[in-house]
């Protein structure tokens, strides 16, 4: 099994947790997300591959994480184990007992006790080819504990649904950080090097008729503004990942408690725009290059066969520009295809193309598939309260 090493040195805090969860660690390029978790975690991200549909709305699992002492005499390194369809046999135990990860609020909603592990998870980083990032973690579902939960653990996390929009709605908001400038006169929030940033006291004090301005602040709306256009766009591909999410959830047997919704967005306007007309400029290319080829083998090749030849679909339904029409879903592709692609030489490799939005699915330590018992319409119902929360910010 191929190995890449760690120095715990190497390693920094991860600076973008919108919620707040303590341990999340980083390599110092920002590349890779490194969580502390226990292994009923590990098992689920690797089960997903059964599951691409679903799979697509997660963060990419590159693997898990050993952190042993820098003075190991043996490995002097963390062991990142890339991920295998074979994990559990190919990798047998270390011989040397890695120095623990000590969690604090493991189980995120409660901000409860640590526990203390000797593995974490490696994900890929959602936000790292952002300029200015804006971060909003959604707790999903009315329930928050999984059934091995102890009885005084489900009392308080009941309590702690019924005191906040998360037993009306589904959903409560665990943190944002929002991109104001470093000059930002807004006084809504402490501004930390130029974000402002909300934590769970700000969305455990909403409520069901309030909850909607905390998504007016994450997409710097003054109460009653009708977003522009730039943010329109955002919203509505939002809006897709998010009924793409539902449907795949509606299509699965599983249950998932305390997970979240991963919203990122270019937060600085300038860059937005640009992602938004390097998108449209990729796609005149594929439209030129299509008629090109469909000229050369007197054949129609359309910018949207193209676009989906690989199984992968690069733009959403919501074109660039209002004369532009895209293929119907789903990610900007994060770098431009090469006309004779080589994965093995790095100085060929084209740079990411800057991304306008993602939406993710996170936290599974509390989540398994339970063939036999229908869809999980604790999480479904959150997902289709912010559906609606959103249809009704393009309302405005």
């Keep these: 099994m191929a190995q890449s090493p760690f120095r715990k040195s190497q390693l920094v805090e991860f600076p973008n947790t919108a919620a707040g969860h303590d341990g999340v660690l980083s390599d110092v390029s920002g590349t890779t997300v490194i969580k502390p978790c226990k292994q009923a975690e590990i098992r689920f991200y690797e089960s997903t591959s059964a599951h691409p549909d679903f799979a697509e709305y997660i963060p990419k699992f590159m693997g898990t994480l050993s952190l042993l002492p820098d003075n190991d005499p043996a490995f002097a390194a963390a062991t990142a184990l890339t991920q295998s369809s074979s994990f559990d046999q190919q990798n047998p135990a270390l011989h040397h007992a890695p120095d623990p990860i000590v969690v604090e609020k493991a189980w995120a909603p409660s901000g409860g006790g640590k526990i203390t592990t000797?593995?974490?998870?490696?994900?890929?980083?959602?936000?790292?080819?952002?300029?200015k990032p804006n971060i909003l973690d959604v707790k999903l579902g009315a329930r928050l504990w999984s059934d091995d939960a102890p009885r005084a653990k489900r009392e308080?996390?009941?309590r702690n649904a019924e005191e906040t929009t998360s037993k009306a709605l589904g959903i409560r908001i665990a943190g944002m950080r929002i991109w104001q400038g470093l000059d930002s006169t807004d006084d809504s929030g402490p501004l930390i090097d130029g974000y402002r940033v909300y934590d769970k006291t700000y969305g455990r004090a909403l409520t069901s008729e309030t909850v909607r301005q905390g998504f007016e602040h994450y997409f710097r709306l003054r109460?009653?503004?009708?977003?522009?256009?730039?943010?329109?766009?955002?919203?509505?591909?939002?809006?897709?990942d998010l009924e793409g999410l539902q449907s795949a959830l509606e299509k699965e047997e599983s249950r998932m408690y305390s997970s979240s919704l991963l919203f990122v967005y270019e937060g600085d306007r300038t860059a937005?725009?640009?992602?938004?007309?390097?998108?449209?400029?990729?796609?005149?290319?594929?439209e030129e290059d299509g008629t090109n080829q469909g000229n050369a083998s007197n054949g129609c090749t359309s910018a949207n066969s193209m676009g989906t030849s690989n199984g992968n679909s690069l733009f959403h339904g919501e074109a660039p520009?209002?004369?532009?029409?895209?293929?119907p879903h789903h990610h900007t592709p994060t770098t431009a295809p090469l006309d004779e692609p080589n994965p093995e030489d790095d100085e060929d490799e084209q740079p990411p193309m800057p991304p306008v939005q993602a939406l993710k699915l996170i936290d599974f330590a509390h989540a398994e598939w339970t063939p036999g018992q229908g869809p999980d319409e604790n999480m479904l119902h959150g997902i289709?309260?912010?559906?609606?929360?959103?249809r009704e910010l393009l309302q405005w």
Excluded: C, W
């Design 223 to 240: 109460k009653g503004d009708v977003p522009n256009k730039l943010i329109k766009r955002v919203i509505r591909r939002f809006l897709e």
């Design 118 to 131: 000797e593995t974490a998870i490696m994900l890929e980083n959602v936000a790292e080819h952002y300029q």
């Design 272 to 286: 937005l725009q640009e992602a938004f007309i390097s998108e449209k400029t990729f796609l005149d290319s594929l």
């Design 321 to 327: 520009s209002d004369q532009a029409t895209l293929p």
């Design 156 to 158: 308080k996390l009941d």
């Design 384 to 390: 289709r309260t912010v559906i609606r929360l959103l």
